[in-house]
């Protein structure tokens, strides 16, 4: 009986491996079948997607063609535009050159290599002689950096990578050898610095008040502790000493320059307005002894260089070259209380003013141990522990973004006017724009009654009103602290210039559309002007707010644009809109064709400008005189929406 069974259970077991084996080979015949199938479907997909693809990449190639027949039947108009410019440009550099000739100055000319290097040996070997005129010098290297800065902007728009560079490299020089000059007419002060003591024993010295330099140098021979405050009226400054620094045997440089050389490459959201001040607290040189009628003086190190001191100064025979570094366990030291005009063309638009101080590590502007910060009747005062470069900040973004903008032609003078609405506090900038120059026309400061009057070129008034603390120029850095995405520096350009042509016959209106469309779309709005006694402010927010049928949506791509139904009244944009803007940029090759496919729809036709694209929407009259348009005013209206972005 035991035998019998255990029979059938090694029967039981060899049926079930027949069985299993039988599955595993049915399941891997199976699997080998979906393998194949699947690899049969690759290979179809891979087939059929190699072949959309070219069928796209032959489209775009017939696009592209198009798109530059386009433009070829624009190269004369172009061509006729690019010599006025041309010209106007040349005239600009020969006014330039004769100014600087009848000037008898002998800076040279930012451009020329020869010149600069000439200039930068002559200085390092010239006596610096008086600190009046070392601060002359100073002044004239700002005016070449200045210059040069404009030579840069047009390297720069150029696409000049050899020539900015150099540029950029006098500049730093530039600055270095200012820096240079002015610590060694200091060092050479120190080491004489008896000679100017008062009956008290008192030294103090100030510089010209320069056009874009304020200089004052207090010596601490006298050590009184009852001394409370460095006063220099004529430089517009106090300093209130705590009692360490009366104690102590140093000098005190306060300087105040108009020019910033560091919010450029500041990696945070301040920038400095109304120049940058400094306080350097200063070793002194062994002091002057007077034997029989001798005046002895030991040349050390310090007569020609100056060392500057950490604040609080540490204790004889340590390290002094840094302040005790932070959570050292050191008791904060007592703050210097400063107190400076601001320049007249400064407006404060800060609520809660805040003053900074230059973080040289980190490349930033930071405010920690400074307080007390006020601005009264054009004077900013603070108190603070950080004795070095300080000044008083504003976020580069206070204005943005602009929550919209437009652009409006006045026929009777021949400009146009750019509103542009900002961020802080919805304030409307107005500039008008005329034949290669813009003004101010709102709104009202009297510090900056110049700008209201005086015809700059469209970037040197953007440069001064934001030295005046209207910072309209954004950069690609400022946009992560506004959550917006730049666009395409080649797509910028194109659609800047392209709306540009437009601006003497339409009104031309953000659209709020834009700003979600990432980096490789624009969307504006424009509404041809048949009357042009509806042109004012309210004429344009009016028909902008209804956007009846002669308001249009242009939609740019780098490539060309095209009229899309994309209007602020729609809640959100047809899905079909958003497909075409994906092409190229969320979809491209056999993907792109794929999507049209499934959704039903053809390719957009792109064409090269709006010259193109508006022109069968266009009055005859209208396409006339936007070909016949001022090059010197469009361009003029390119610049500045460049510029302001």
Same mark, same amino acid.
Not at 455 to 474: D, T
Not at 491 to 496: R, T
Not at 522 to 531: A, F, H, M, P, Y
Not at 572 to 594: C, F, I, N, S
């Given at each position: 009986?035991?035998?019998?069974?255990?029979?059938?259970?090694?029967?039981?077991?060899?049926?079930?491996?027949?069985?299993?084996?039988?599955?595993?080979?049915?399941?891997?015949?199976?699997?080998?079948?979906?393998?194949?199938?699947?690899?049969?479907?690759?290979?179809?997909?891979?087939?059929?997607?190699?072949?959309?693809?070219?069928?796209?990449?032959?489209? =775009?190639?017939?696009?592209?063609?198009?798109?530059?027949?386009?433009?070829?039947?624009?190269?004369?108009?172009?061509?006729?535009?690019?010599?006025?410019?041309?010209?106007?440009?040349?005239?600009?550099?020969?006014?330039?050159?004769?100014?600087?000739?009848?000037?008898?100055?002998?800076?040279?000319?930012?451009?020329?290599?020869?010149?600069?290097?000439?200039?930068?040996?002559?200085?390092?070997?010239?006596?610096?002689?008086?600190?009046?005129?070392?601060?002359?010098?100073?002044?004239?290297?700002?005016?070449?950096?200045?210059?040069?800065?404009?030579?840069?902007?047009?390297?720069?728009?150029?696409?000049?990578?050899?020539?900015?560079?150099?540029?950029?490299?006098?500049?730093?020089?530039? %600055?270095?050898?200012?820096?240079?000059?002015?610590?060694?007419?200091?060092?050479?002060? *120190?080491?004489?610095?008896?000679?100017?003591?008062?009956?008290?024993?008192?030294?103090? *010295?100030?510089?010209?008040?320069?056009?874009?330099?304020?200089?004052?140098? #207090?010596?601490?021979?006298?050590?009184?502790?009852?001394?409370?405050?460095?006063?220099?009226?004529?430089?517009?400054?106090?300093?209130?000493?705590?009692?360490?620094?009366?104690?102590?045997?140093?000098?005190?440089?306060?300087?105040?320059?108009?020019?910033?050389?560091?919010?450029?490459?500041?990696?945070?959201?301040?920038?400095?307005?109304?120049?940058?001040?400094?306080?350097? *607290?200063?070793?002194?040189?062994?002091?002057?002894?007077?034997?029989?009628?001798?005046?002895?003086?030991?040349?050390?190190?310090?007569?020609?260089?100056?060392?500057?001191?950490?604040?609080?100064?540490?204790?004889?025979?340590?390290?002094?070259?840094?302040?005790?570094?932070?959570?050292?366990?050191?008791?904060?030291?007592?703050?210097?209380? *400063?107190?400076?005009?601001?320049?007249?063309?400064?407006?404060?638009?800060?609520?809660?003013?805040?003053?900074?101080?230059?973080?040289?590590?980190?490349?930033?502007?930071?405010?920690?141990?400074?307080?007390?910060?006020?601005?009264?009747?054009?004077?900013?005062?603070?108190?603070?522990?950080?004795?070095?470069?300080?000044?008083?900040?504003?976020?580069?973004? =206070?204005?943005?973004?602009?929550?919209?903008?437009?652009?409006?032609?006045?026929?009777?003078?021949?400009?146009?006017?750019?509103?542009?609405?900002?961020?802080?506090?919805?304030?409307?900038?107005?500039?008008?724009?005329?034949?290669? #120059?813009?003004?101010?026309?709102?709104?009202?400061?009297?510090?900056?009654?110049?700008?209201?009057?005086?015809?700059?070129?469209?970037?040197?008034?953007?440069?001064?009103?934001?030295?005046?603390?209207?910072?309209?120029?954004?950069?690609?850095?400022?946009?992560?602290?506004?959550?917006?995405?730049?666009?395409?520096?080649? /797509?910028?350009?194109?659609?800047?210039?392209?709306?540009?042509? /437009?601006?003497?016959?339409?009104?031309?209106?953000?659209?709020?559309?834009?700003?979600?469309?990432?980096?490789?779309?624009?969307?504006?709005?424009?509404?041809?002007?048949?009357?042009?006694?509806?042109?004012?402010?309210?004429?344009?927010?009016?028909?902008?707010?209804?956007?009846?049928?002669?308001?249009?949506?242009? =939609?740019?791509?780098?490539?060309?644009?095209?009229?899309?139904?994309?209007?602020?009244?729609?809640?959100?944009?047809?899905?079909?809109?958003?497909?075409?803007?994906?092409?190229?940029?969320?979809?491209?090759?056999?993907?792109?064709? %794929?999507?049209?496919?499934?959704?039903?729809?053809?390719?957009?036709?792109?064409?090269?400008?709006?010259?193109?694209?508006?022109?069968?929407?266009?009055?005859?009259?209208?396409?006339?005189?936007?070909?016949?348009?001022?090059?010197?005013?469009?361009?003029?209206?390119?610049?500045?929406?460049?510029?302001?972005?």
């Amino acid at each position: 009986m035991a035998k019998g069974k255990g029979g059938k259970a090694e029967k039981k077991r060899l049926e079930a491996e027949a069985a299993a084996k039988a599955a595993a080979e049915a399941a891997a015949k199976l699997e080998e079948e979906r393998l194949k199938i699947e690899e049969e479907e690759r290979l179809a997909r891979e087939a059929e997607d190699a072949r959309l693809k070219a069928e796209e990449e032959e489209r =775009l190639a017939g696009e592209a063609s198009a798109l530059q027949a386009e433009l070829a039947e624009f190269t004369e108009f172009h061509a006729n535009r690019g010599a006025v410019l041309a010209k106007a440009d040349a005239e600009v550099h020969k006014q330039v050159s004769w100014e600087r000739y009848l000037s008898c100055n002998p800076r040279p000319d930012p451009s020329m290599e020869n010149e600069m290097n000439s200039y930068e040996s002559s200085s390092l070997e010239r006596e610096d002689g008086d600190l009046e005129r070392v601060l002359e010098h100073v002044m004239d290297n700002e005016s070449i950096i200045a210059e040069a800065s404009s030579y840069l902007a047009d390297a720069v728009a150029a696409k000049n990578a050899e020539a900015a560079e150099a540029l950029k490299a006098y500049i730093l020089r530039m %600055r270095a050898l200012s820096q240079a000059k002015l610590d060694r007419t200091t060092a050479a002060i *120190l080491q004489t610095a008896d000679e100017y003591a008062n009956s008290k024993g008192e030294v103090q *010295l100030t510089g010209a008040k320069l056009p874009t330099i304020k200089y004052g140098l #207090w010596v601490n021979h006298a050590k009184n502790p009852r001394f409370k405050s460095i006063e220099m009226p004529e430089l517009s400054l106090v300093a209130e000493l705590p009692k360490s620094l009366a104690l102590a045997s140093i000098a005190v440089r306060l300087t105040h320059v108009d020019f910033d050389e560091f919010s450029d490459k500041c990696t945070n959201e301040y920038k400095a307005f109304g120049g940058v001040f400094t306080v350097d *607290l200063l070793a002194l040189p062994p002091a002057a002894k007077r034997v029989k009628g001798w005046t002895l003086r030991l040349i050390t190190p310090l007569a020609s260089a100056v060392a500057k001191l950490p604040y609080p100064i540490p204790p004889a025979g340590s390290d002094m070259s840094a302040p005790p570094a932070p959570g050292s366990g050191a008791a904060a030291p007592p703050p210097m209380g *400063l107190s400076v005009a601001l320049p007249a063309s400064l407006v404060v638009s800060d609520a809660a003013p805040r003053v900074g101080y230059w973080d040289a590590d980190e490349q930033a502007w930071k405010t920690d141990g400074i307080s007390e910060v006020k601005v009264e009747d054009g004077v900013l005062s603070f108190t603070t522990i950080k004795l070095t470069t300080l000044a008083l900040l504003q976020s580069r973004v =206070l204005f943005l973004p602009y929550s919209s903008w437009t652009l409006r032609p006045q026929i009777e003078d021949g400009t146009v006017t750019l509103r542009a609405v900002t961020a802080h506090n919805e304030l409307a900038v107005d500039l008008e724009i005329g034949s290669g #120059w813009a003004r101010l026309k709102e709104p009202y400061y009297a510090q900056l009654d110049h700008l209201y009057k005086e015809k700059l070129a469209p970037k040197v008034l953007l440069q001064q009103l934001s030295k005046s603390g209207l910072h309209l120029m954004p950069e690609d850095r400022d946009a992560p602290f506004i959550n917006v995405e730049p666009k395409t520096p080649e /797509l910028e350009e194109f659609a800047c210039a392209d709306v540009a042509l /437009l601006s003497t016959n339409f009104l031309i209106a953000s659209s709020k559309w834009n700003a979600e469309q990432g980096k490789d779309d624009v969307i504006v709005r424009v509404s041809e002007v048949t009357d042009f006694d509806r042109t004012l402010q309210m004429d344009a927010d009016k028909i902008f707010a209804k956007e009846r049928e002669n308001v249009h949506c242009l =939609l740019y791509k780098a490539k060309g644009c095209v009229l899309v139904e994309a209007k602020d009244s729609l809640e959100k944009l047809d899905p079909v809109l958003e497909l075409h803007m994906a092409d190229g940029r969320d979809k491209t090759g056999a993907a792109a064709v %794929r999507a049209r496919t499934e959704a039903g729809v053809q390719p957009m036709l792109w064409h090269a400008c709006q010259l193109v694209t508006m022109k069968e929407l266009m009055q005859e009259s209208t396409v006339n005189a936007v070909y016949s348009a001022d090059p010197l005013l469009t361009d003029a209206v390119r610049q500045v929406m460049l510029a302001m972005r």
